[in-house]
């Protein structure tokens, strides 16, 4: 099956270039800003619409660096600590999801610490809100023929531009479809019913650290890094880590309400 090339460039104007990948964060943050708006509306969540609009600011700002550095930091160290100045240069590519999520904890928690509101609340609204944007982003990795997936012989298997001449996973859309649709749907199943804060990034973190590490058994290690420990990938890896942290907060927020009654 012939991978449905796009060209990733959608216009050009002189020098500046709109690309699909910077309208999918686009769409990301949109479709987050929609979800945080509803979800404000309800008893549970104090919130108003000011109060998201400087929240999702220091979430993008806490993302893009929290992402640039995660990939530098997890993915290529090496290159980048004898090409500091490279870090900056996110126009070649390099972006973690897990650095990303780490950015964005520690924008949170300095926005719950200026405005005085609880931190998690704000995480049980961000893990409502950030799957439509895991969404757009995989979609974003598909049109630009990156992060494909392993040689595969299944009728839907792609022959993507630079991976070679044999058909491979489309792996993106798996992402896609579990990290974005399937974890959507459950996370905004469980804000209509849950009521312990902490409860939804828990679920998020659980989630989405299965989602991944399921799909990256079908994902092309990064090829200047390939398996960290045994057979696990770098992403497998972290993504362990976010299943015990979610685990951990579920477990101790429970803990700590059964001790209150």
């Avoid at 400087?54 to 993008?60: A, E, F, G, K, N």
């Avoid at 990034?201 to 290690?221: D, H, K, M, N, Q």
Wanted: with cysteine; net charge positive; charged share 15%.
């Amino acid at each position: 099956m012939s991978y449905p090339w796009i060209d990733p460039v959608i216009f050009e104007i002189g020098p500046l270039q709109v690309r699909w990948y910077g309208l999918m964060y686009i769409l990301g943050f949109a479709s987050a800003y929609l979800v945080l708006l509803y979800l404000s509306r309800r008893k549970h969540f104090q919130i108003d619409r000011k109060e998201i609009e400087d929240l999702l600011v220091y979430c993008i700002v806490g993302l893009l660096l929290g992402a640039r550095l995660g990939y530098s930091i997890f993915y290529n160290l090496d290159f980048y600590l004898d090409n500091p100045m490279r870090v900056l240069a996110v126009w070649e590519g390099g972006m973690s999801f897990h650095g990303g999520l780490i950015g964005i904890v520690i924008a949170g928690l300095i926005f719950s610490k200026i405005r005085k509101k609880s931190f998690l609340m704000l995480a049980d609204m961000a893990a409502v809100a950030s799957p439509p944007g895991l969404f757009f982003g995989r979609i974003g990795n598909f049109i630009n023929g990156e992060l494909y997936g392993r040689v595969t012989d299944v009728p839907w298997g792609m022959v993507f531009p630079g991976g070679g001449p044999y058909p491979r996973h489309p792996s993106q859309l798996y992402e896609a479809l579990l990290e974005g649709v399937l974890l959507f749907i459950i996370m905004l199943t469980m804000s209509m019913k849950a009521r312990m804060r902490g409860a939804l990034i828990s679920t998020f973190l659980i989630g989405y650290g299965i989602a991944r590490i399921f799909v990256e058994f079908f994902r092309e290690p990064d090829a200047h890094i390939g398996f960290v420990v045994g057979m696990l990938t770098m992403g497998q890896v972290l993504s362990l880590f976010m299943i015990a942290v979610g685990v951990s907060l579920l477990a101790w927020q429970k803990i700590r309400i059964g001790n209150k009654r």
